[in-house]
């Protein structure tokens, strides 16, 4: 708390660059690139960073092959390098996975052409991952027989790539990145209005949501990254742009483990949409679906439950079909989806499963706004943004520093030297999926040096506190130091994906958490706790009055 505190106190006694608003991906990534080359930024959050769209997607970098179909090939070619681009910089956070693709026999294209169209994807991504491979039924059988091929006549499999731990904690690294570069950030901060001075500077009224405390930020630029709610935050501005978005619901479920396979089992759903099943450590994750909507605010209903069931019932050899039961957790939100005006009245509601799902970024009056956009291609929004703000006037002292990726493979050496010398991965967990030194490195990179020094300083730090995650005592520390921790949830749904790998009433009763919120939280974790499960409890109500 201590250091979201310290940030609170230098929003509003300093003056800024830009002011970020807007802690997702796009928000995350344009302070991280902002703040590494000497731009003084500052960034706010009404909830937790990457507390809405950024928590809710399928976790996958990829180039798009379904745009091929619109022949967006432009779009397939940026989507394809910006995956590659990703999978260079973090080699254990985004890594290459397969895609395997059954083939129905009635599907509105032959077996043969998505094959082609395979080839055509691997060649617009310089062939820079496997090629792909076309699967007999035969084939099918005998490597994936959870797969059902009744009805189909085979499969393709294709490589992209995936988020091994989760979307939030991704961004997480961004916002971390921005603080460790003199950049400031507060989460729970809501911005309400804002005047522009004669000058050109935003005076920018927020409220620190836990408090109600009142703030004035001023910042030479507004940045508006607000994810679905741009238009929204515009209108309070009075900013009119050119573009504005519309809204597709996707959902996705958390089950128990269907196959120990690593690699993504696809399909094409009744709608004719991609559905996925996608490894998510002890979990598989299913979705998704794509529905317009007109309001952000949405949540699960009984009818995105049974699609999603239904689909991959039909589509997979279960020994007993999946219900309500045992879903684990659930996923849903928003894309925001760029529209230029005209085509929000006309061909968005024509031809709305169509749309591009390319960003646009518009400069109007002192903002900066991003529309639509995807994890995928966060690094040249980055960059992207980081232009529009020199273009403005904003000088960078650093022009040329690299601002993302994982640390040099120096320090990873030195790491992993480090970790074989005090036998480490001996004190990995029997229940852990992974060598206790590769998660470290993955969550932490070059902080991961200070948590094995806390390791030999007192071995109980390598302690795992709470049963069934995957969590030592020490990266619990870590969490509560420099992490900004404001509630259970930022810490269980998006620092760590606990939340979303054990089900509620476990976690209820898991021995260790208290003790991880006391460590967390100090004299407040009981309040904490409490917090948590009546925010669990109220969000979970639809569901159970369903059952
Ligand atoms: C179902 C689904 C599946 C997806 N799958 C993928 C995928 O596999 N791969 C991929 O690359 N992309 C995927 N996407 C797309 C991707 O998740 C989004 O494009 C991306 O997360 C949008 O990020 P953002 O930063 O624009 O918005 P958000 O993450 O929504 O962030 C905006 C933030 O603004 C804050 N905010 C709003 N108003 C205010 C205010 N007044 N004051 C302060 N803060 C405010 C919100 O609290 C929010 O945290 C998927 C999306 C969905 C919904």
Same mark, same amino acid.
């Given at each position: 708390?201590?250091?979201?505190?310290?940030?609170?106190?230098?929003?509003?006694?300093?003056?800024?660059?830009?002011?970020?608003?807007?802690?997702?991906?796009?928000?995350?990534?344009?302070?991280?690139?902002?703040?590494?080359?000497?731009?003084?930024?500052?960034? *706010?959050?009404?909830?937790?960073?990457?507390?809405?769209?950024?928590?809710?997607?399928?976790?996958?970098?990829?180039? /798009?092959?379904?745009?091929?179909?619109?022949?967006?090939?432009?779009?397939?070619?940026?989507?394809?390098?910006?995956?590659? =681009?990703?999978?260079?910089?973090?080699?254990?956070?985004?890594?290459?996975? /397969?895609?395997?693709?059954? @083939?129905?026999?009635?599907?509105?294209?032959?077996?043969?052409?998505?094959?082609?169209?395979?080839?055509?994807?691997?060649?617009?991504?310089?062939?820079?991952? =496997?090629?792909?491979?076309?699967?007999?039924?035969?084939?099918?059988?005998?490597?994936?027989?959870?797969?059902? *091929? &009744?009805?189909?006549?085979?499969?393709?499999?294709?490589?992209?790539?995936?988020?091994?731990?989760?979307?939030?904690?991704?961004?997480?690294?961004?916002?971390?990145?921005?603080?460790?570069?003199?950049?400031?950030?507060?989460?729970?901060?809501?911005?309400?209005?804002?005047? =522009?001075?004669?000058?050109?500077?935003?005076?920018?009224?927020?409220?620190?949501?836990?408090?109600?405390?009142?703030?004035?930020?001023?910042?030479?630029?507004?940045?508006?990254?607000?994810?679905?709610?741009?238009?929204?935050?515009?209108?309070?501005?009075?900013?009119?742009?050119?573009?504005?978005?519309?809204?597709?619901?996707?959902?996705?479920?958390?089950?128990?483990?269907?196959?120990?396979?690593?690699?993504?089992?696809?399909?094409?759903?009744?709608?004719?949409?991609?559905?996925?099943?996608?490894?998510?450590?002890? =979990?598989?994750?299913?979705?998704?679906?794509?529905?317009?909507?007109?309001?952000?605010?949405? @949540?699960?209903?009984?009818?995105?439950?049974?699609?999603?069931?239904?689909?991959?019932?039909?589509?997979?050899?279960?020994?007993?079909?999946?219900?309500?039961?045992?879903?684990?957790?659930?996923?849903?939100?928003?894309?925001?989806?760029?529209?230029?005006?005209?085509?929000?009245?006309?061909?968005?509601?024509?031809?709305?499963?169509?749309?591009?799902?390319? @960003?646009?970024?518009?400069?109007?009056?002192?903002?900066?706004?991003?529309?639509?956009?995807?994890?995928?291609?966060?690094?040249?929004?980055?960059?992207?943004?980081?232009?529009?703000?020199?273009?403005? /006037?904003?000088?960078?002292?650093?022009?040329?520093?690299?601002?993302?990726?994982?640390?040099?493979?120096?320090?990873?050496?030195?790491?992993?030297?480090?970790?074989?010398?005090?036998?480490?991965?001996?004190?990995?967990?029997?229940?852990? &999926?992974?060598?206790?030194?590769?998660?470290?490195?993955?969550?932490?990179?070059?902080?991961?040096?200070?948590?094995?020094?806390?390791?030999?300083?007192?071995?109980?730090?390598?302690?795992?506190?709470?049963?069934?995650?995957?969590?030592?005592?020490?990266?619990?520390?870590?969490?509560?130091?420099?992490?900004?921790?404001?509630?259970?949830?930022?810490?269980?749904?998006?620092?760590?994906?606990?939340?979303?790998?054990?089900?509620?009433?476990?976690?209820?009763?898991?021995?260790?958490?208290?003790?991880?919120?006391?460590?967390?939280?100090?004299?407040?974790?009981?309040?904490?706790?409490?917090?948590?499960?009546?925010?669990?409890?109220?969000?979970?109500?639809?569901?159970?009055?369903?059952?």
């Amino acid at each position: 708390m201590k250091l979201r505190q310290t940030n609170l106190e230098k929003l509003a006694s300093e003056d800024f660059d830009v002011l970020i608003v807007g802690g997702g991906i796009n928000g995350a990534v344009s302070a991280a690139c902002l703040a590494a080359r000497g731009i003084r930024v500052a960034l *706010v959050d009404r909830g937790d960073f990457a507390g809405t769209t950024s928590q809710e997607s399928s976790n996958l970098a990829w180039g /798009g092959i379904k745009y091929m179909e619109s022949f967006e090939l432009g779009l397939v070619r940026k989507l394809c390098m910006a995956r590659n =681009r990703l999978i260079r910089a973090y080699p254990s956070t985004v890594q290459r996975i /397969g895609f395997y693709l059954t @083939h129905d026999r009635s599907f509105r294209k032959s077996r043969l052409l998505l094959w082609i169209g395979t080839w055509l994807y691997w060649l617009i991504g310089d062939g820079f991952l =496997r090629r792909p491979r076309l699967l007999s039924v035969a084939d099918m059988k005998e490597e994936e027989p959870i797969v059902n *091929v &009744s009805h189909a006549d085979g499969g393709v499999e294709y490589d992209d790539a995936y988020l091994h731990d989760n979307d939030a904690r991704f961004v997480w690294n961004f916002i971390r990145g921005a603080l460790n570069h003199g950049g400031v950030a507060a989460n729970y901060v809501e911005v309400t209005a804002a005047t =522009r001075a004669g000058d050109g500077t935003w005076s920018v009224a927020a409220r620190d949501v836990l408090g109600g405390t009142p703030l004035t930020l001023r910042a030479r630029i507004f940045l508006n990254a607000c994810g679905p709610h741009v238009d929204a935050l515009n209108a309070v501005l009075g900013t009119t742009t050119t573009h504005r978005h519309v809204l597709s619901k996707g959902i996705h479920l958390i089950v128990p483990r269907l196959t120990s396979s690593r690699r993504v089992l696809s399909f094409f759903a009744d709608d004719g949409r991609l559905f996925f099943v996608i490894p998510m450590g002890p =979990r598989t994750c299913i979705g998704t679906t794509d529905t317009r909507v007109d309001d952000p605010h949405v @949540h699960v209903t009984a009818e995105d439950r049974r699609f999603v069931l239904e689909n991959i019932n039909s589509r997979l050899n279960l020994a007993k079909p999946l219900t309500e039961a045992d879903i684990i957790a659930e996923r849903c939100g928003v894309r925001p989806l760029a529209v230029s005006t005209e085509a929000a009245h006309g061909k968005a509601s024509r031809d709305w499963m169509q749309l591009s799902r390319k @960003h646009a970024i518009e400069v109007k009056d002192g903002t900066i706004s991003i529309f639509g956009g995807k994890l995928t291609d966060c690094l040249n929004v980055g960059e992207e943004i980081y232009d529009e703000v020199t273009r403005l /006037g904003v000088r960078a002292r650093f022009p040329e520093r690299k601002w993302y990726g994982e640390p040099p493979d120096e320090v990873k050496d030195e790491f992993f030297h480090q970790a074989t010398l005090m036998d480490l991965d001996a004190l990995t967990a029997e229940s852990s &999926s992974e060598p206790l030194s590769t998660r470290l490195w993955r969550r932490y990179g070059a902080e991961a040096l200070g948590l094995l020094e806390s390791i030999r300083q007192d071995p109980r730090q390598a302690e795992l506190v709470i049963e069934n995650a995957e969590y030592l005592r020490c990266e619990i520390e870590e969490a509560a130091r420099r992490e900004m921790v404001t509630k259970l949830d930022d810490f269980l749904r998006r620092r760590s994906k606990i939340a979303l790998v054990v089900s509620n009433k476990v976690l209820k009763e898991a021995a260790g958490l208290k003790d991880a919120c006391a460590i967390l939280f100090g004299g407040e974790a009981e309040a904490k706790l409490d917090e948590y499960f009546a925010t669990r409890k109220r969000d979970e109500a639809p569901r159970a009055a369903a059952d």
